[in-house]
Every structure is written in C-alpha cells, then in structure tokens.
C-alpha cells in the first residue's frame, strides 16, 4: 500500500529520502563498474604508451649504430684505393729482382696490416673469380666483350679492381669485363 502524503511539503520531503535509498543500492555497483571501466581505459592507455616508448628507445637505438657504422664507412670506402696501392706494388716488386728483399718484406708486413685492420672492422674483399656470373648489386661492368662461347656470355671475363663487403652489404662494387 502506499502511503500518500497529505501536504506537498512532505512529499518535498519524502522524495530526497527514496532517492537515498534507491541509491544505496545502486551506488556501489556502479561506482564499481565505472571505477573497473577507468582503470581498465587506464591500463590500455598506460600498455600503448610503454609500447610506444619502447619502439621508440629501440629505433632510437638503431639509427644511432646505422649513423656511427655509416661514418666509419667513408673512412673505409677511403682506404680501399690505398689496398689496390699497396697489391700492385707488391705485384711490381715481385716481378723485379733490383728491390731488396728486405724493402719487399716491409710492404708486405704493411700491407697485411692494412687488410687486418679492415678485416677486424668488418671489411671482405668479394669472392670473384672469372667465369662468375654477373650479378649488378655486387658487380660494375666497365666494358663488355663480344665471345664466341656462349656459356660464357653474361659472365664475368677479368677482375679490373676488387669489391668489398663492409658485414655483407656492397662498400665498394668490383669493376668487371663481362662477355657479351
């Protein structure tokens, strides 16, 4: 049965009441649920950004030794020429009796010194033999050479100035003669 209130003041009165009543009940299942709602919004936002900071830390991370290997490869790229230098030297006095074995010996020790130190840096010389096939992303053809036989067409006939590999990516092509 309801009760009916006889002047509008009391049922001002009465009003608020019920609603505290009907909000105790209600009040901690949504202050709850509105409370899981923000800390899981929270949570996300908190996982995306860590995310976010950790792809950054790691790119960040990753360009500072692509520009720190990048330097060092033009001081590389520099000292090839002074290699192909010291080979053909090493080849001319091989081929002379007149130098003294001791001169001949001192640019051998300097120039094994040389390649050891480009080695230790990462510095191969490319595996290039003649009848190779051409391949352009580790090859320069200078010339080509009309050949009468045909497996050797597309293949590499000399070797004009060795490439180098800085950790398997081309620091210097090798310039070939190929058959054509």
């Known amino acids: ?5 006889s002047t509008p003041k009391e049922a001002q009165e009465a009003t ?11 009040y901690p299942s949504q202050a709850l649920k509105k409370a899981q709602e923000d800390l899981a ?26 520009l720190i290997e990048a330097a060092g490869e033009g001081v590389l790229k520099k000292l090839l020429p002074i290699v192909d230098d010291f080979e053909r030297a090493l080849a001319a006095l091989q081929s002379t009796d007149a130098t003294a074995p001791a001169t ?8 094994e010194k040389l390649t050891h130190l480009l ?23 200078v010339t080509q050479i009309p050949v009468e036989d045909k497996e050797m067409q597309g293949k590499v006939l ?3 100035e060795k490439g180098y590999l800085l950790k398997e990516k081309v620091l210097r092509f090798a310039k070939v003669v190929t058959g054509a």
């Open 1 to 5: 049965m309801k009760k009916e209130l």
């Open 41 to 66: 919004a929270a949570n996300d936002k908190y996982l995306r950004l860590y995310s976010e900071f950790e792809n950054f830390r790691k790119r960040a991370t990753k360009e500072k030794f692509s």
């Open 119 to 141: 080695q230790q840096e990462g510095v191969q010389p490319m595996p290039l033999e003649k009848g190779t096939a051409f391949d352009a992303e580790l090859h320069e053809a």
């Open 104 to 111: 001949q010996e001192g640019i051998r020790l300097i120039y």
């Open 158 to 160: 000399e070797v004009l």
């Open 16 to 26: 608020p009441v019920q609603e505290k009543e009907n909000n105790r009940q209600e």
